[in-house]
């Protein structure tokens, strides 16, 4: 186990490291007069260029991924036009808008986001995987082919629709939950899970569809299987496979595709949080783009990379724990 945990780390750190180089020559390297666009269309060409002293814009692009380097793991000191201040370590740089911290930018709306993926993920998995294991054990039946029909339409269905459906039925007309804004967690949890509940049905009715699939067609094909067709000559029950043989087959499948999502949510919760105006990681990552706040994007993007990257090691992990035929590979 030691050696596998020792080989998915170097992997990930391998792959966070293409990433930032990737992502920064994407950004950087990209056309357009960044300094320019910073300053202001009223700006002189003198102000532009001490725009661009300013941030470094005329340095060489490998100087300032190094700098980005260095910030990432002892800081770096920048500019503020007036003096020269330390951002600590991990420093994502500053925003060129509001001369704002980027890491402390991005850890002001990584709460929202978290709490609205995390969130989700609980419903997601608990309506999927429950839908997917009563279609699998009621197969052929009348309720298996509602259910399919159900997460066929589901997946078919965009986030936006559902959630602006729930806004106007469960908000507006029955008004049964409030519209959602968010509540720190530490302040009010009550009120914090009772303002996210209503995204989190939008997000989970959504990824529910797919999980709910899935879970079906791998319970179908352990079903299917001869040790299986064994257990029942031997007259074990029913019940007694789908819960303690056909899961546990489902398990590795879906393992995987909770780690893509919940990685993924961190940087595509835009819809989400536009829709229902939290103000997370997302909306944070459209403003900085329309304002070309390159600091800002780099950070959202290598923080979305991150989770994606932890989120697959911790499935990598719990594969392991699953099937320690795992640990060899």
Not at 80 to 88: P, S
Not at 108 to 119: E, M, W
Not at 218 to 226: F, G, I, N, S, V
Not at 290 to 303: A, F, R, T, W
Request: glycine share 10%; with cysteine.
């Amino acid at each position: 186990m030691t050696g596998f945990l020792a080989r998915r780390l170097a992997g990930a750190a391998v792959t966070l490291f293409a990433l930032s180089v990737i992502v920064y020559a994407v950004f950087y390297a990209a056309p357009g007069d960044v300094a320019q666009i910073t300053c202001g269309a009223r700006c002189s060409p003198a102000q532009v260029h001490q725009v661009a002293e300013q941030l470094r814009l005329d340095d060489p692009l490998y100087v300032r991924y190094w700098d980005f380097l260095q910030g990432l793991f002892v800081g770096q000191d920048y500019s503020t036009g007036t003096g020269t201040e330390h951002c600590g370590a991990p420093c994502l740089g500053v925003s060129y808008q509001s001369d704002q911290q980027v890491t402390a930018l991005i850890a002001a709306k990584l709460p929202v986001t978290g709490s609205l993926a995390l969130g989700a993920m609980v419903l997601w998995l608990l309506l999927g995987v429950g839908t997917g294991v009563l279609s699998a054990w009621r197969r052929g039946r009348l309720s298996e082919r509602v259910l399919t029909a159900v997460t066929l339409a589901g997946t078919a269905t965009p986030v936006f629709v559902i959630g602006l459906l729930l806004m106007i039925v469960v908000c507006g007309q029955l008004r049964w939950l409030p519209f959602p804004q968010y509540v720190p967690f530490a302040d009010d949890p009550t009120q914090w899970a009772w303002n996210l509940l209503l995204p989190w049905l939008s997000l989970a009715l959504i990824e529910a569809a797919k999980y709910a699939r899935l879970t079906r067609s791998a319970m179908l094909e352990t079903l299917a299987e001869d040790h299986v067709r064994t257990f029942r000559a031997y007259g074990v029950g029913e019940r007694s496979i789908i819960g303690r043989h056909a899961v546990r087959g489902a398990v590795a499948p879906v393992i995987a595709l909770t780690a893509n999502d919940f990685g993924s949510m961190f940087g595509g919760a835009v819809l989400s949080e536009t829709l229902f105006g939290l103000p997370g990681l997302g909306r944070e990552l459209v403003h900085a783009v329309e304002v070309v706040d390159l600091p800002v994007v780099v950070g959202l993007v290598m923080v979305t990379g991150f989770f994606v990257v932890l989120a697959n090691a911790v499935a990598d992990v719990l594969y392991a724990v699953a099937d320690r035929r795992v640990v060899l590979s």
